[in-house]
T-cell receptor, first 111, second 118 residues
Framework: DAKTTQPPSMDCAEGRAANLPCNHS???????VYWYRQIHSQGPQYIIH???NNETNEMASLIITEDRKSSTLILPHATLRDTAVYYC????????????FGKGTHLIIQP | EPEVTQTPSHQVTQMGQEVILRCVPI?????FYWYRQILGQKVEFLVS????????KSEIFDDQFSVERPDGSNFTLKIRSTKLEDSAMYFC????????????????FGAGTRLSVL
C-alpha cells in the first residue's frame, strides 16, 4: 500500500497558487519525495522531487518539512490545464524500485 | 524533448489471445518498467527490467506476463492468454541513471496503451 496520505480532492481558482499537501510520516532516511500528475488517462507526468531541501523548477515548488514527515507541492499560478490527479510518492530512487501510486489528489482549477 | 513512446495506443483483442505491447524507452535510459491502470483505479507497478533481466516484479506479474528487450530500442510486454480483467491502460517508463546520484533518477512515462479484452 502507498506510504503517503493525500486529500482526495481540492479546488483552486485560476491564477492562484495551488498548495497540495502530503503526509509521509514513515518515510525512511534514503527515500525521496516525488510528485507526479496524471491528466485524464494519460501517462503520469513527473513534476518535481526532493530529499530534504526545498526544490523549485519551472513547473512547481516542493516544500519538505524539517522532520520530512510531510511536504507541500506548490503550483504558483494555476491554470485550467493544471486540472489533474496529483500523486505524492516516496521512493528510494533506486532503479529496481517501482513507484507505488496511491489515489492522489484530484485538483480542480476553477475559472 | 526525448520521450517514451508506446504502440499501439489502443489494442483490442479476444479473450485467450496473446498480445504484445511495445515501448521505445528514451535512448540513453537503462532501467525499464511496466505499469497498468484499470479504469478508475490506481496505477500499479508490474515489473522493472535492467541489463536484460527482470529486477523486480509485483504479485500481478504472474506467469502469463513476460517482458523482453528484443533489440537495442524496443521493450515489450507480452500477455500470453488474455483475460477480461487484463483490460487496462498499460504504461511503460524508463529511467536514465542508476547509482550515479539518485537525485537524477526520474521515471518518465509513455502515453500508454489501452488494452481492451473482449
Amino acid at each position: 500500500d502507498a506510504k503517503t496520505t493525500q486529500p482526495p480532492s481540492m479546488d483552486c481558482a485560476e491564477g492562484r497558487a495551488a498548495n497540495l499537501p502530503c503526509n509521509h510520516s514513515t518515510i525512511s532516511g534514503n527515500e525521496y519525495v516525488y510528485w507526479y500528475r496524471q491528466i485524464h488517462s494519460q501517462g503520469p507526468q513527473y513534476i518535481i522531487h526532493g530529499l530534504k531541501n526545498n526544490e523549485t523548477n519551472e513547473m512547481a515548488s516542493l516544500i519538505i518539512t524539517e522532520d520530512r514527515k510531510s511536504s507541500t507541492l506548490i503550483l504558483p499560478h494555476a491554470t485550467l490545464r493544471d486540472t489533474a490527479v496529483y500523486y505524492c510518492i516516496v521512493c528510494s530512487g533506486g532503479g529496481a524500485d517501482g513507484l507505488t501510486f496511491g489515489k492522489g489528489t484530484h485538483l480542480i482549477i476553477q475559472p | 524533448e526525448p520521450e517514451v513512446t508506446q504502440t499501439p495506443s489502443h489494442q483490442v483483442t479476444q479473450m485467450g489471445q496473446e498480445v504484445i505491447l511495445r515501448c521505445v524507452p528514451i535512448s540513453n535510459h537503462l532501467y525499464f518498467y511496466w505499469y497498468r491502470q484499470i479504469l478508475g483505479q490506481k496505477v500499479e507497478f508490474l515489473v522493472s527490467f535492467y541489463n536484460n533481466e527482470i529486477s523486480e516484479k509485483s504479485e500481478i506479474f504472474d506467469d502469463q506476463f513476460s517482458v523482453e528487450r528484443p533489440d537495442g530500442s524496443n521493450f515489450t510486454l507480452k500477455i500470453r492468454s488474455t483475460k477480461l480483467e487484463d483490460s487496462a491502460m498499460y504504461f511503460c517508463a524508463s529511467i536514465a541513471l542508476v547509482g550515479q546520484g539518485k537525485a537524477k533518477n526520474i521515471q518518465y512515462f509513455g502515453a500508454g496503451t489501452r488494452l481492451s479484452v473482449l
